[in-house]
């Protein structure tokens, strides 16, 4: 879990998962392919609520301990993991910050570990190598930079056919710090300090910009153009789901009472009866065990974007 240490790093610091998303291919786009440099300017300038966790990030937190043990028997060294002694500030470069898996002193040697659990196995080279994506070689390099430290061992549970663990070995390269000091830096100065937004060729995430903290009764200056865009994208949405419910209709009508159909081409419509979760009174709950409701309900509100009438 995230220690609110962690968190104030991640507001006021460039952090090492952050790093990845302020570069970009040659086609202009991010080199995350999760997040982008617009994503990570939203949440260093406005105040956002906490990021929820996914199923991703749940599974990660689930197999650390098993990955940092399993490097400590291959290693054959011990590794420390107190959160409390994970959090680094870079002395020389402070805009940036990070926070641990584990460190291990090996042959005297203080290194980094960092545990992955990925389905993207394909993207990870031969083991004991530094064939690791791009994105991991730029977090670890981050973190070398924060901490001072020349190298760094990337565990990873890597899913496909089968999950195996693996070790990937990573010497630090003052180049590649150049260009994350370089990079980072520049982010900051010109844009997290200026409240202007980076330039780039792709969006932002909808659900980021959901996460920002609104000002109360507060109205910004937005272009006619953005919100007509947006109305019509939503009208169009509106209209296709519109003609698919009638179309779909149609495909009913055709089959009476039957639950499938044969296409000419040897395909199959199917419209068999799933198992779904089950229904929920949600009131009668909340009057004949209140306690019970108070214990597993949480409140549930929500923003609605609509256009009013002059």
């Not at 990873?156 to 390269?173: M, P, T, V």
């Amino acid at each position: 879990m995230i220690t609110e240490q962690q968190r104030i790093n991640r507001r006021n610091h460039i952090g090492s998962s952050d790093v990845s998303a302020l570069f970009t291919g040659e086609d202009g786009k991010s080199l995350n392919p999760f997040s982008t440099a617009l994503d990570i300017w939203c949440e260093k300038y406005y105040n956002v609520t906490p990021l929820d966790e996914t199923d991703a990030m749940a599974r990660g937190n689930r197999y650390e301990a098993s990955l940092i043990e399993f490097a400590r028997d291959e290693l054959g060294c011990q590794i420390v993991t107190d959160p409390e002694k994970m959090n680094f500030v870079c002395k020389d470069h402070p805009v940036f910050a990070c926070n641990l898996d584990g460190i291990a002193t090996i042959d005297g040697e203080r290194v980094i570990i960092e545990a992955k659990t990925t389905s993207m196995a394909g993207e990870y080279g031969l083991p004991g190598t530094d064939d690791v994506p791009f994105t991991v070689n730029l977090q670890v390099h981050q973190q070398m930079l924060c901490t001072g430290l020349k190298k760094a061992y990337v565990v990873a549970l890597l899913g496909g056919f089968r999950l195996h663990e693996e070790i990937f070995e990573i010497d630090r390269d003052e180049r590649i710090i150049k260009a994350i000091t370089d990079r980072g830096t520049q982010f900051w100065n010109d844009h997290v300090l200026t409240g202007i937004r980076p330039p780039q060729n792709e969006p932002g995430s909808l659900d980021m910009f959901k996460r920002i903290i609104r000002v109360p009764e507060t109205f910004a200056e937005v272009p006619d153009d953005v919100i007509n865009l947006w109305s019509e994208e939503r009208q169009a949405r509106l209209d296709a789901e519109k003609a698919e419910k009638a179309a779909f209709a149609v495909v009913l009508e055709h089959l009476g009472d039957a639950e499938g159909a044969h296409l000419e081409d040897g395909r199959t419509f199917t419209y068999f009866e799933q198992a779904g979760a089950d229904k929920l009174d949600r009131k009668e709950l909340k009057q004949v065990y209140p306690a019970a409701y108070d214990a597993v309900s949480t409140p549930n509100r929500y923003r609605v974007a609509r256009i009013k009438k002059a």
